[in-house]
């Protein structure tokens, strides 16, 4: 089939995000977000400022704002914004609406409502009301399959996880600003030597 030089760079781009996604997320996940339309319902999508208030197209405005919390804790602000910064958990609703079955909605719907029943055990309070510190102690505790979480719950959070890193590392200043950004690529290249401590390659490609 002929192909143009802009298809061929925008695989290549594709191959190089999805390389760099897998190291984030795992390559399963990372296939799962890059393939179908869900990259594409990524790259439509805009941040609200502030993020969404009020219900929102599947979850309703109270797991929004506990979802803003959890986004805000797993990818905290550092000297970029946290993922509740850039609106990741609106993303997610978005997302779930739009490239998800029922099952997949109610894994986040769940893992919220995990969260919120294990502070309201362990604090007497609602996940949103606790402290920062209780706040990280559940997401620790379900990351690690602690209890009062089981094996379930932790791969149903593992999911959230990921759909976190997909929206923040496909926002602008994740792209640009949390991982590596060349802006004008000087040609393909077959290797790139990429240390331990270097930032995996940012999305920002894609969006052009």
């Known amino acids: 089939m002929p192909h143009n030089e802009t298809d061929s760079s925008e695989q290549l781009h594709r191959r190089r995000f999805l390389k760099g996604l897998s190291a984030l997320v795992g390559s399963f996940a990372a296939g799962q977000f890059i393939f179908g339309n869900g990259l594409s319902v990524a790259q439509a999508y805009e941040i609200v400022p502030g993020g969404i208030q009020g219900k929102g197209q599947i979850?309703?405005?109270?797991?929004?704002?506990?979802?803003?919390?959890?986004?805000?804790?797993?990818?905290?602000?550092?000297?970029?914004?946290?993922?509740?910064?850039?609106?990741?958990?609106?993303?997610?609703?978005?997302?779930?609406?739009?490239?998800?079955?029922?099952r997949e909605q109610q894994r986040v719907i769940a893992t919220l409502n995990n969260l919120n029943s294990a502070a309201k055990h362990q604090y007497q309070l609602m996940f949103t009301a606790v402290s920062d510190t209780q706040q990280v102690q559940l997401?620790?505790?379900?990351?690690?399959?602690?209890?009062?979480?089981?094996?379930?719950q932790t791969n149903d959070f593992k999911f959230l996880k990921s759909l976190i890193c997909f929206g923040y590392y496909t926002s602008e200043v994740g792209a640009t600003k949390e991982l590596r950004f060349d802006p004008i690529p000087n040609g393909y290249k077959g290797t790139v030597a990429l240390g331990e401590d270097d930032s995996n390659w940012g999305s920002q490609g894609l969006f052009y």
């Open 59 to 102: 979850l309703t405005a109270f797991q929004l704002e506990q979802l803003a919390q959890v986004c805000r804790q797993v990818l905290p602000r550092t000297n970029t914004p946290s993922a509740a910064d850039v609106d990741c958990h609106g993303f997610i609703d978005n997302q779930l609406a739009h490239c998800y079955e029922a």
């Open 139 to 152: 997401l620790n505790a379900i990351d690690t399959g602690q209890s009062p979480f089981n094996k379930s």
